[in-house]
Structure formats: C-alpha cells, structure tokens
C-alpha cells in the first residue's frame, strides 16, 4: 500500500506565496515581521493574515532561515 500526504498549499516550500516564502522575502526585503501568504502565488487570491499558530510558525521558519542564511535586498 502506498501513503501519499497531499501539502497544503500554504506549508508547500517550494509554492511562491506560501508562508515559508513570504517570511523569507519580508527578511530578504528588510521588512518587520508580518505572517500572511497569498493562495494562489504572492499577489494574487488575496492576502491571508488570519493564521493559525501553525500557520505563524512556518512563517517566522522562512523568515528566521533567510536572516540566517540569506542575504538583504542591496537598495544602493
């Protein structure tokens, strides 16, 4: 028998717009801390802001590992 775990969309590492991506980008952007993702890819299907403490963990997970092994946007 085979197992397949379907990922939501909002814990998919790989999906643009999902909560690990957005703490990473709000790090990369020099942004404050501000958990929220986009269903259907940053900028589109609506920002969602109401999120479980799940949800805010995984998000300071993408934030946390950009600070420590990312780089910030160079604005000059």
Request: proline fraction near 4%; charged fraction near 30%; charge should be negative.
């Amino acid at each position: 028998m085979t197992v397949t775990l379907e990922i939501l969309p909002q814990f998919d590492r790989q999906c643009h717009g999902s909560l690990f991506d957005r703490g990473g980008a709000d790090s990369w952007y020099s942004r404050e801390r501000d958990p929220h993702w986009y269903p259907e890819g940053t900028g589109f299907g609506g920002r969602i802001s109401e999120l479980s403490d799940e949800e805010i963990a995984e998000y300071n997970a993408g934030y946390d590992y950009n600070e420590e092994f990312g780089g910030k946007k160079d604005y000059d």
